[in-house]
Nanobody, 132 residues
Framework: QVQVVESGGGLVQAGESLRLNCTVS????????MAWFRQAPGKERQGVSC????????YYRDSVKGRFTISRDNAKNTIYLQMDSLEPDDTAMYYC?????????????????????????WGQGVRVDVSS
């Protein structure tokens, strides 16, 4: 049984930090790209960050570059999203996702630069609220 479980959300003030964690079971974690998506109320889901199976390649959406850091520990089947200098616009539900079909790398949509949604397994999400 596949399980994708996030933790670490919460309420913080602008400028503060949070770290999200995501642990996966039931999948060949070491061979899969992993990602974080988010969805704010009334808005479409958007890819935030992605990390390749080895951790050597990463993707960030422009609005979080320099503030968020994605990492993974393949020995623990876990990925992390360190979020620093949080802004009110970061307020959203954050979802962890595991790639399907043995996809090892993250890919972006040509033209828009948005993260391609090639992820088959999703967590329930954690809420991040950033107050101004």
């Amino acid at each position: 049984q596949v399980q994708v479980v996030e933790s670490g959300g919460g309420l913080v003030q602008a400028g503060e930090s949070l770290r999200l964690n995501c642990t996966v079971s039931g999948l060949p974690f070491n061979g899969l790209a992993m990602a974080w998506f988010r969805q704010a109320p009334g808005k479409e889901r958007q890819g935030v960050s992605c990390i390749s199976y080895s951790g050597k390649s990463t993707y960030y959406r422009d609005s979080v570059k320099g503030r968020f850091t994605i990492s993974r520990d393949n020995a623990k089947n876990t990925i992390y999203l360190q979020m620093d200098s949080l802004e009110p616009d970061d307020t959203a539900m954050y979802y962890c996702a595991a790639a399907g079909a043995a996809r090892k790398y993250c890919t972006a949509v040509a033209g828009t630069g948005e993260l391609k949604d090639e992820f088959a397994y999703w967590g329930q999400g954690v809420r991040v609220d950033v107050s101004s």
